[in-house]
T-cell receptor, first 114, second 112 residues
C-alpha cells in the first residue's frame, strides 16, 4: 500500500532563507508527483507536476526534484518570503486494484518570518 | 485562467437536511473528484467520476452520493446531513487519470 510522508510537519524560517521540503513515498511505481500549497481555509493550488520520466521541474523560485528509485521528492524554495507561508502538500499517483489514485501526504506547515 | 468553481465557500446546515455541494469546471476535463479534509486525517476521497453519468466510490462514500449529468458539473449530495460530516469539502478535476489535479477553493460545511 502506497504511503506518503512529509517531514517536518512544521517549519519556521527567517525571510530570505533557502529551504527544502521533503516528501517520501513507499512504492516507487508512481506515474506523477504533484506539489500543492494550501492557505488557511482555502483550496489547494498546484505548484509543480513532475511526470515519472522527469527528474525535476522549475517555476520561478520553486524547484521540485524526483528520485523514484529512492522514493523521494524535494521542493526547494529560494529566497523565502512571508507570502510563502502556507501548508505544502505532495501527492503521488499510483494504481490500486487497477485504478489510478492520488495519495496525499499530510503536509508541511511553513511559516516565513519577516 | 482555468477554474474549478465551488458554489459556496461556507455553509451551515441542520442535522437531517439534504445538502447539495456543487462543483463546475471550465477546462473540459474528463475526470472530477470530491474530497473531504479534516485535521489530522488529511484528504480523503469520497467519490470520483471519469465520464458523464459515471461514478465510482472512493475511500469514504458512506452517507454521500454524487451526480454528474453534464461533463462540467459534479455534485456531491449529503442525503441526511450529520454532525460528523462537518468538514472542508474540496472538488478537483483532471484531464486524464494521471494528469495533474486542479482544485476548487473549497466549501466549509458545518452541520449543527
Amino acid at each position: 500500500k502506497q504511503e506518503v510522508t512529509q517531514i517536518p510537519a512544521a517549519l519556521s524560517v527567517p525571510e530570505g532563507e533557502n529551504l527544502v521540503l521533503n516528501c517520501s513515498f513507499t512504492d516507487s511505481a508512481i506515474y506523477n508527483l504533484q506539489w500543492f500549497r494550501q492557505d488557511p481555509g482555502k483550496g489547494l493550488t498546484s505548484l509543480l507536476l513532475i511526470q515519472s520520466s522527469q527528474r525535476e521541474q522549475t517555476s520561478g523560485r520553486l524547484n521540485a526534484s524526483l528520485d523514484k528509485s529512492s522514493g523521494r521528492s524535494t521542493l526547494y524554495i529560494a529566497a523565502s518570503q512571508p507570502g510563502d507561508s502556507a501548508t505544502y502538500l505532495c501527492a503521488v499517483i499510483s494504481t490500486t486494484s487497477g485504478t489510478y489514485k492520488y495519495i496525499f501526504g499530510t503536509g508541511t506547515r511553513l511559516k516565513v518570518l519577516a | 485562467d482555468v477554474k474549478v468553481t465551488q458554489s459556496s465557500r461556507y455553509l451551515v446546515k441542520r442535522t437531517g437536511e439534504k445538502v447539495f455541494l456543487e462543483c463546475v469546471q471550465d477546462m473540459d476535463h474528463e475526470n472530477m473528484f470530491w474530497y473531504r479534509q479534516d485535521p489530522g486525517l488529511g484528504l480523503r476521497l469520497i467519490y470520483f467520476s471519469y465520464d458523464v453519468k459515471m461514478k465510482e466510490k472512493g475511500d469514504i462514500p458512506e452517507g454521500y452520493s454524487v451526480s454528474r449529468e453534464k461533463k462540467e458539473r459534479f455534485s456531491l449530495i449529503l442525503e441526511s446531513a450529520s454532525t460528523n460530516q462537518t468538514s472542508m469539502y474540496l472538488c478537483a478535476s483532471s484531464r486524464t487519470e494521471i494528469g495533474g489535479y486542479t482544485f476548487g477553493s473549497g466549501t466549509r460545511l458545518t452541520v449543527v
